[in-house]
């Protein structure tokens, strides 16, 4: 999830641009870059490592500015190519004649850029988005007509792409192109502009026109058209009424609040790159025959974690144990740092982290890689130093999570280890043809169908107020839903205070039921699966107690019959046990939020935590 932004008009096009990335640098911060078209129509591309500022004093320092009313810029989220100046946006072609900026995932581009090297071209980065300019290049050298050239290169990609295009010349113009990944428009008095998001230019202008899939803009200095295809087409221009803060979180009140709004998209860039859902095949980018062959043959599996990574772990372990004969462990990072334990050499360690820098977990890694352990992590930063210090990793594309109580990083982590528990099973001839490429259908389906739970669960601030009073709460869920209880338990104790614990259903009975009373409520979940009816009796024996139950279920009975089973009762939409967790976790993040939220709480930056604990 990166920033990309496009100027044309009347003011300097260099300030613009800066500025407007820094209000886009919750996307990404690992690299930034700007092209400007100079007033003798040549194209003048800077590039810098790190946040917007090292561009700025670059640009500025250097006493390179350079006067232009036009131009692209980018703020980078590594996802192919590790954070470095050679991979930072914008990507130019062989002649530098044309100049790109990419926000998204080019699936195909591995094969794309085999094809333009035999042809002659010569690339620069590992990213995926400088195909682009050099497929570009090629179709402007048969046709003038620039709409032309820029369908036939998108009809060659394949992915999700937002894409802002400058080309020399005399006559400015910024093209900009929209598939799967949000691209707006803003209307100035005499000028536009382009950008990943609403935030960027809203200083300077609100009148916003949202474009939409498969459709190209494409700017000039005094005029505009948006194109489906060939069609020209008209797009209303609507006025947005935010100040500048709220602008940051594009309207939410809390980081935390946009990014569980953020889970479908972050879950489908997860999935994007790792399934050919036309083939109906899972990959992963950089497994050799090695880890291959590893997975094929490993007994046994150590997971390893802190927070709310090592509940994705608890998850992982279910679900690779339940389509495999892998024995699986899932132990704290910062007990098994200094566990005294036998590591078989090639062995094998999964281990989790959002941020990549905890350190207990890369304290682990090492203790592994020390005894010829394999290690495998899950991470979502580019170039952090748990990938760094990993022999593999998968990558969720969550994008940058800045608020410290992790949300979407939890659901594409969940994500991340269901699609590797499918490929372990594939391999090892596990699950049968039917049952994978249905788990892959449901895959394809799986960001509307957390859409669908937000929107059902939309309306939990309704009951905060109530439910802020209590000052303990339980958590409950059985099978795979039980490290779901434990992560909603979590989300209350870290941002609202409030003391809650997260038990498997079964074991209520052998101590927790003591706590339940009329003062004491629980959360429980129950999704119409095997475990209904043993989870429908922990239901009974709380409310046999007066216990207070905020009820999350996928049964539509118990849905019409309110109040014989429950205080509180949302609907969740039903889907296969092995997705439940991705789905209910939802209700869970916010339930806590608006609790939180009510009791007036620091939602972002909860007392006596950090984001990622980098020190022992
Ligand atoms: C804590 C964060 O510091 O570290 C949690 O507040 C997180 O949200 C935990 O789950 C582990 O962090 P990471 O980056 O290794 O997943």
């Known amino acids: 999830m990166c920033g990309i932004v496009g100027y044309i008009g009347v003011k300097p096009a260099d300030y613009i641009i800066l500025n407007a990335l820094k209000k886009l640098e919750y996307r990404g911060y690992d690299s930034a870059g ?135 010349g005399q006559e400015p113009v910024i093209i900009g192109v929209r598939k799967g990944s949000p691209l707006v428009m803003g209307v100035g008095d005499k000028d536009y502009f382009l950008a990943s998001d ?15 899939d498969n459709e190209i803009v494409i700017l000039k200095k005094f005029s505009y058209d948006i194109y489906r295809k060939n069609e020209k087409i008209t797009k209303q221009i609507n006025k947005i009424k935010w100040d500048a803060a709220q602008a940051q979180k594009s309207g939410y009140k809390h980081y935390m609040l946009k990014e569980i709004y953020e889970q479908p998209e972050a879950v489908k860039n997860t999935i ?29 599996i150590t997971i390893t974690a802190c927070g709310t990574s090592w509940h994705a772990g608890l998850i992982g372990k279910f679900l690779i144990e339940s389509l495999t004969d892998v024995t699986v462990e899932v132990d704290y990072a910062s007990e098994l740092r200094y566990r005294e334990k ?40 580019l170039g952090s130093s748990i990938p760094r210090e990993s022999n593999y990793t998968i990558y969720t594309h969550a994008g940058p999570e800045i608020s410290v109580a992790s949300t979407k990083a939890f659901t594409t982590q969940v994500t991340v280890f269901l699609l590797l528990a499918l490929y372990i099973a594939r391999k090892r001839n596990s699950v049968n043809n039917e049952d994978f490429e249905n788990y892959i259908e449901i895959m394809k389906n799986l960001p509307a169908l957390l859409e669908n739970t937000i929107n059902a669960t939309a309306n939990m601030d309704k009951i905060a107020p ?40 079964g074991e209520m009975k052998h101590g927790p039921l003591a706590l339940i009373d009329e003062n004491f409520p629980s959360v429980i979940l129950l999704p119409k699966d095997s475990l209904y009816e043993k989870m429908f009796g922990n239901l009974n024996e709380i409310k046999s107690r007066r216990g207070k139950v905020v009820l999350f279920t996928s049964d539509s009975n118990i849905y019409d019959n309110l109040n014989d089973y429950a205080d509180y009762i949302f609907k969740i939409p039903d889907c296969d046990k092995f997705f ?34 980098t020190v022992e």
């Not at 109906?280 to 880890?291: G, Q, R, W």
């Open 34 to 168: 700007i092209s400007l078209l100079t007033a003798q129509g040549n194209i003048y591309t800077e590039k810098e490592k790190g946040k917007i500022v090292n561009l700025e004093s670059l640009i500025f320092e250097k006493n390179k500015k350079i006067s232009s009313y036009c131009g692209i810029g980018h703020t980078r989220w590594a996802t192919h190519g590790e954070p470095s100046m050679i991979n930072a946006h914008p990507h130019t072609d062989c002649a530098e004649n044309i100049s790109v900026v990419h926000n998204g995932i080019i699936e195909n581009y591995t094969q794309l850029k085999k094809e333009l090297i035999e042809k002659g071209h010569s690339f620069k980065s590992e990213t995926d988005t400088e195909v682009v300019p050099h497929i570009l290049e090629d179709y402007l050298k048969e046709t003038d007509d620039i709409l032309e050239a820029v369908n036939n290169t998108i009809e060659k990609l394949e992915g999700a792409y937002a894409l802002a295009i400058i080309l020399s």
């Open 198 to 212: 609403i935030p960027a230019f809203l200083e300077y202008t609100n009148n916003v026109i949202f474009l939409d």
């Open 272 to 300: 994007l790159d790792k399934v050919n859902f036309t083939k109906k095949e899972i990959n992963f980018e950089n497994f050799d025959e090695s880890i291959i062959s590893l997975l094929k043959e490993c007994s046994n």
């Open 342 to 381: 036998f590591i078989k050499p090639n062995s094998l360690l999964i281990a989790v982290s959002q941020s990549g820098e905890t350190a207990d977990t890369l304290e682990v890694i090492k203790k592994y890689k020390k005894l010829n352990a394999k290690v495998l992590s899950i991470c979502n930063v």
């Open 466 to 505: 109530e439910l802020s009073k209590y000052s303990n709460y339980l958590y409950l869920g059985r099978g795979i839903n039980y490290p779901v209880a434990l992560e909603g338990a979590l989300k209350l104790k870290e941002i609202s205070y409030i003391h809650a614990e997260g038990y498997p259903g």
């Open 580 to 613: 439940q967790p991705i789905v209910y976790v939802i209700p869970l993040q916010l339930l806590s939020y608006y609790i939180a939220d009510f009791k007036g709480c620091d939602i972002d930056q909860p007392r006596n935590l950090a984001k990622s604990v």
